[in-house]
């Protein structure tokens, strides 16, 4: 079984390039089963969610081609099968997302439900409710969902909470609808406004794309294109805290700054230095870590893909922390992990109250999801001795090469088979 081994580190210092944002390639790859023609993705991460996703769309008949390191040619003339199987859905939930585009291509589509994982439950009801909404019948039997319609027709939809997922597949869905659809309290993702700027470029008609408000205007066919995915705000920001946590200074290329607002406030907030560039970011540490208050919430807000990563920053700050999880039901596994290694915390429903000042020491943990993973090796560099993380399969999900990246900022950190 492979693992990470992770020792105590200097100040991790140099600079690191960003990948492009795996949630935004995600929901891109599912798109292109709206349009016959090729589609050139640039920028794409080399992650184990990527190769899910290529596999599922060649089950589905596309034709998946690499032209280059991180370059994809995606064509998916004829759709062989409308059925998204188990084996691949169950190992992503994000796969779910080739409901909407099936939908709206084929008229008809057999998902498999993607069912709970180690952060919560997580429904799909807001996606369903989306494809009823533009007219689908939605049968659920067998662990599959069954949606089929006449025709999609633009209607205007409120979504109960702002679903990342569900605004991506409800606007692949109404992009080949009849008239226009009307999404109100949409997600506001970056990520909702590369998908949308992807499916533009394809001939789609959509607008509002980044606000709560999203307009899609139904179009008969969208033709081939060329895109650049964006980059990965979460890679960013976990490289970010792990400067401050190690006392280091790293300068951070390939970012959009005004996608890491929350982050930056609150690593400023913390004590670190943050300069901000056009495409990149330098974070340097301060002579210590000041407590902090986090509230996870939908963009704009504090992303819930960076608490774990402030939790193992803030082991060594200065007083008292609380981090509050509203977006997911159960994510403070890595909590439970790190108090292994010495975190004082206390779980409270949906907060984690951290006393400051633990001394970590380094022992055998857990990666139980991908950023807990992320925010173990935070824990580890910080750690005294040698820290043991298994389930490596989670980190390699969303991270491409953080060893190597690690190892050539400073960092002492290994892969063990
Ligand atoms: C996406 C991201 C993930 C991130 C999350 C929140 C991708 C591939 N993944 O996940 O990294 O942590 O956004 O920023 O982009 N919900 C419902 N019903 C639904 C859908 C969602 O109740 O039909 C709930 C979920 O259970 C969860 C909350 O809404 O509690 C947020 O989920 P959602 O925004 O849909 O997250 P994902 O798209 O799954």
Redo the contacts with the bound molecule.
């Keep these: 079984m492979e693992k990470i081994i992770v020792r105590k580190s200097p100040a991790l210092k140099g600079v690191i390039k960003v990948d492009g944002a795996?949630?935004?390639i995600?929901?891109i790859l599912a798109a292109t089963l709206l349009c016959q023609e090729e589609c050139i993705i640039h920028d794409i991460p080399d992650l184990q969610?990527v190769k899910v996703m290529c596999r599922l769309l060649e089950v589905l008949g596309a034709k998946v081609e690499k032209l280059g390191r991180e370059t994809l040619k995606i064509t998916a003339k004829n759709i062989a099968t409308c059925e998204a199987p188990y084996e691949l859905i169950s190992k992503m939930?994000?796969s779910f997302?080739v409901m909407g585009p099936l939908l709206a291509r084929c008229k008809n589509a057999k998902v498999c439900m993607p069912g709970g994982c180690a952060?919560?439950?997580?429904?799909?009801?807001?996606?369903?409710?989306g494809f009823k909404y533009l007219g689908a019948d939605i049968k659920s039997e067998s662990g599959y969902v069954n949606a089929r319609t006449e025709k999609l027709v633009g209607r205007d939809i409120y979504l109960?909470?702002?679903?990342?997922?569900?605004?991506?597949n409800i606007i692949m869905a109404a992009t080949l609808a009849e008239g226009e659809t009307i999404l109100e309290n949409a997600?506001e993702?970056p990520?909702i406004v590369d998908l949308a700027n992807f499916i533009n470029s394809m001939g789609g008609k959509i607008v509002g794309a980044g606000t709560k408000t999203i307009r899609i205007k139904g179009v008969k066919k969208l033709h081939g294109t060329e895109h650049t995915v964006i980059p990965d705000r979460?890679e960013a920001g976990t490289y970010m805290v792990a400067a401050a946590a190690t006392g280091g200074d790293l300068m951070i290329e390939n970012v959009v700054p005004n996608h890491l607002q929350p982050v930056i406030a609150k690593l400023r907030e913390a004590g670190a230095t943050v300069e901000e560039y056009d495409d990149k970011i330098r974070v340097k540490a301060g002579d210590t870590i000041k407590a902090l208050d986090i509230k996870t919430l939908?963009?704009p807000g504090f992303?819930?893909?960076m608490q774990a990563q402030f939790m193992a920053m803030l082991s060594k700050a200065e007083g008292t922390s609380i981090i509050n999880e509203t977006?997911?039901?159960n994510r403070f596994m890595h909590a439970t992990e790190m108090s292994r290694m010495g975190l004082k915390v206390k779980l409270e429903g949906n907060s984690a109250v951290l006393k400051g000042s633990s001394k970590l020491s380094g022992a055998k943990v857990k990666a139980t999801d991908?950023?807990a993973g992320a925010a173990l090796i935070i824990a580890g560099m910080m750690a005294e001795g040698e820290t043991e993380i298994t389930e490596v399969y989670h980190i390699k999900r969303?991270y491409s090469n953080i060893v190597k990246k690690l190892q050539n900022l400073g960092a002492d950190i290994n892969y063990e088979k």
């Design positions: 795996k949630n935004s995600l929901p969610d939930r994000a997302l952060i919560g439950t997580r429904p799909i009801d807001l996606h369903l409710k109960d909470f702002p679903s990342v997922g569900a605004t991506e997600a993702e990520e979460i939908p963009y992303p819930t893909d977006i997911f039901e991908l950023r969303g």
